[in-house]
Each structure stands twice: as structure tokens, then as C-alpha cells.
């Protein structure tokens, strides 16, 4: 079982930026990828970025490919979300998952684990 707490959301101008964190904590020594999403209501979750175990490998989805970065920081048990260039449709929930597997396909639909979501939203 993996714990995730979502934080760093909050207003922003449009071309600012936000760091997001999810922090994990987990009783276990399985090892397990994060990925980052975001919904908007009445909206399928949106697969955005994720990084493996080992914090080597990371995804994009093209939408955020060059203005996102996903890393992680192994001592903090915190994987962060590095958002640039904001614009208004990037306003939104985000939410952490994690899972076994490193997803690295567009229509990953998450894993078994999810944190409850930090808002963003990006002020024209």
C-alpha cells in the first residue's frame, strides 16, 4: 500500500509557473513508478508524465512534453511536478498516482494508487 499527498497547487498568471509535489510514504520496499495526471469536471483524467523507480526514465505526453518536468527525490520520498509556462487550460485538479509499472503510453489510465488531488489554476 502506497500513501500519496498531492501539494503545491494555487494561483497563478498565465506564463507563470508551479512545482507540485507528491509525497509517498509506504510500508513496503516495492519499488513503484508515479505518474501525474489532471481532470477537470465533467473530463476523463489526463495522463500527463510519469518517472520510473529509479528515478532515471521519465514520460510525457506530448501536450506537455518541454514545458513539464517530472523528477523525484529518493531521500524526501517526493516526486515533483515542475510546471512552466502555465496558460488557463492548464487549470485543473492534479493528482499523483502510483503503481507498479512505469507507464509510458498516452492512454494509461493510472494505477492502484492515488492522492487526493491539488488544484492549479492559471488566471488569464
Known amino acids: 500500500q502506497v500513501q500519496l499527498v498531492e501539494s503545491g497547487g494555487g494561483l497563478v498568471q498565465t506564463g507563470g509557473s508551479l512545482r507540485l509535489s507528491c509525497t509517498a510514504s509506504?510500508?513496503?520496499?516495492?519499488?513503484?513508478?508515479v505518474a501525474w495526471f489532471r481532470q477537470v469536471p465533467g473530463k476523463d483524467r489526463e495522463f500527463l508524465a510519469s518517472i520510473d523507480s529509479t528515478g532515471r526514465s521519465t514520460y510525457y505526453v506530448d501536450s506537455v512534453k518541454g514545458r513539464f518536468t517530472i523528477s523525484k527525490d529518493h531521500a524526501k520520498n517526493t516526486v515533483y511536478l515542475q510546471m512552466t509556462t502555465l496558460q488557463p487550460e492548464d487549470t485543473s485538479v492534479y493528482y499523483c498516482?502510483?503503481?507498479?509499472?512505469?507507464?509510458?503510453?498516452?492512454?494509461?489510465?493510472?494505477?492502484?494508487?492515488w492522492g487526493q488531488g491539488t488544484r492549479v489554476t492559471v488566471s488569464s
Open positions: 509506504t510500508r513496503t520496499s516495492t519499488p513503484y513508478a
Open positions: 498516482d502510483a503503481g507498479p509499472q512505469f507507464p509510458i503510453a498516452s492512454d494509461y489510465r493510472g494505477g492502484p494508487y
